[in-house]
């Protein structure tokens, strides 16, 4: 992954960082609170030596700064906090009297810095009280040169004992702020792992990648079409309609030299968007002034007759069981748009929808019709699919954004490749756009709508006679016409 994809990675997947970071500074407020407070008392010594002159000055200033860096070995060793317990009732042991004391020699310089943390103020203050006594007369003992002479280098107190009144630890600003900051590198991290862990097809390219066939289009999310699926009304204009026309466009120029009359559409699991995407694909087909036939060839979990608000009691089913003529269950559904929906659900699904007379039916249905939508259950649960595209023109292989990995798309692929179906391209559903991709189509066509030509037509226009047959153009409503009647 480049730097590029990263940044993508950790914008798509904000929350994270948001969850880290929340949970990162509670964390370290939880252990803030639970952290009991602690004082500091700090003292500063002064190590120097006797002299005579100028290079006994010098010479006896390194020796200071020889001497004071032994001294911080000392404060924190063994021997003064024995003397310290033996001569001091603090209530501490000699290994808890060592913990506490820091010392460290100020560089360049004789001076000893020294500071004793306690959780008890009055306790600290005590023990670096007895600390200056006894480190004192340590060093005079320790330095003492021979019989009668003095002690080579003299320590004395040039700063404290000082209590500071302010807790030294914990610190809650600190502590959450460092919370926050490893919280933020745990969630980029977190969300780069998701992003590398992640099989699921998002994008058009990782699609064609799986599929081995090219991305037909893209389909936008939109919140309201669960409850209003068809692109027909106000949603002709919506951007989720302009994507199925681009989609329209490009099955136009898929191939050329093979017409591609007889499509099936199915995708690798349930709940990818197979359905309405063949519906609208059919609309938009229509709307382009297309003789558009939509077969529902799921003859286990139909959902076009939901979709459409008609009846499919007698269906496809029925008629390749030759209980009806086919022509009397196909039925109008707005100008360009003929319906035959399932039918009966039969126990045989498979053995049916690969029997001579779907062969047959579909022949005369291609002959018929411009295009013919065959709607199929998905690829991987059952078979159904694989044998209606056998016979088939071509394949639309739809894929849910984020949902269907890219070795289902894949194994779909393969499955229509393995019985000889020529697999035309991939459909991306419920694809989830930045902000202000809607506004951007839906500003467009307010624009166009204001244009004179695309104005509503005026009450004396009706009497105009027309120059082109009827037809509904791109974007125009779909509705279903009254006195409908089947080719």
């Known amino acids: 992954m480049g730097l590029s994809e ?18 990162a500074a509670l964390a370290a407020a939880v252990v803030t609170i639970q952290t009991p407070p602690r004082y500091a008392t700090t003292v500063t010594f002064f190590a120097n030596t006797p002299n005579r ?5 010098f010479q006896g200033n390194l020796l200071s700064q020889q001497r004071v860096k032994s001294y911080a070995d000392l404060l924190t060793g063994d021997r003064l906090a024995k003397m310290i317990d033996r001569r001091y009732k603090l209530g501490l042991s000699v290994p808890e009297i060592q913990r506490r004391i820091q010392a460290r020699p100020v560089p360049n310089t004789v001076l000893l810095r020294v500071t004793v943390t306690d959780g008890q103020p009055a306790r600290s203050a005590q023990l670096a009280a007895a600390l200056v006594t006894e480190f004192v007369d340590l060093v005079q003992v320790l330095e003492r040169t021979g019989q009668g002479d003095g002690a080579a280098v003299a320590v004395s107190v040039v700063d404290g004992p000082t209590l500071n009144p302010v807790p030294v630890s914990p610190r809650p600003t600190r502590n959450i702020g460092l919370g926050v900051l490893l919280g933020l590198l745990a969630g980029c991290a977190a969300a780069v792992l998701r992003e590398n862990l992640d099989t699921t ?8 990648k799986a599929t081995g066939a090219p991305a037909l289009g893209v389909i936008p999310l939109d919140a309201t079409a669960r ?12 951007p989720r309609a302009e994507a199925f026309r681009q989609i329209r466009t490009n099955l136009t ?18 709940d990818e968007g197979k ?9 938009a087909l229509a709307t382009a002034g297309e003789k558009v036939l939509l077969v529902e060839a799921d003859l286990r979990r139909p959902r076009l007759g939901h979709y459409l608000g008609l009846e499919g009691a007698m269906g496809l ?20 748009l003929w319906v035959l929906l399932c039918g009966s659900l039969p126990p045989n699904p498979s053995e049916l929808l690969g029997s001579d007379a779907m062969r047959d039916m579909l022949d005369v249905l291609t002959a018929r019709y411009d295009r013919v939508i065959i709607d199929t259950p998905p690829l991987l649960p059952v078979t159904d699919a694989a044998v209606v595209a056998a016979r088939a023109d071509g394949v639309v292989l739809v894929a849910r954004s984020a949902r269907t990995t890219q070795d289902q798309a894949r194994k779909a692929s393969q499955a229509m490749l393995a019985v000889g179906a020529h697999v035309i391209g991939g459909v991306l559903t419920m ?26 037509p005026a009450a004396s226009d009706a009497a105009r006679p027309s120059a082109r047959p009827e037809r509904y153009e791109p974007g125009q409503e779909v509705g279903v016409p009254s006195g409908r009647a089947a080719p």
Not at 201 to 208: F, G, P, S
């Open 431 to 456: 694809q989830r756009t930045g902000p202000g991709g809607e506004g951007y189509y839906g500003g467009y066509y307010e624009q166009d709508q204001r244009h004179p030509w695309h104005r509503r």
């Open 53 to 57: 002159g100028v290079n006994e000055a």
């Open 6 to 23: 990263y940044i993508r990675a950790i914008r798509r997947r904000w929350w994270f960082l948001l969850v880290a970071c929340l949970a």
């Open 275 to 283: 359905s309405t995407t063949s519906c609208n694909l059919a609309i």
């Open 253 to 270: 120029f898929v191939d050329v030299d093979r017409p591609v009359r007889s499509i099936v559409v199915s995708s690798a699991e349930r």
């Open 317 to 336: 089913s029925n008629a390749l069981a030759g209980q009806v003529d086919v022509d009397q269950v196909i039925q109008p559904w707005g100008h360009g």
């Open 227 to 238: 409850k209003a699926p068809l692109i027909v009304a106000a949603k002709a204009n919506s």
């Open 201 to 208: 097809v998002k994008t058009a390219e990782v699609l064609t």
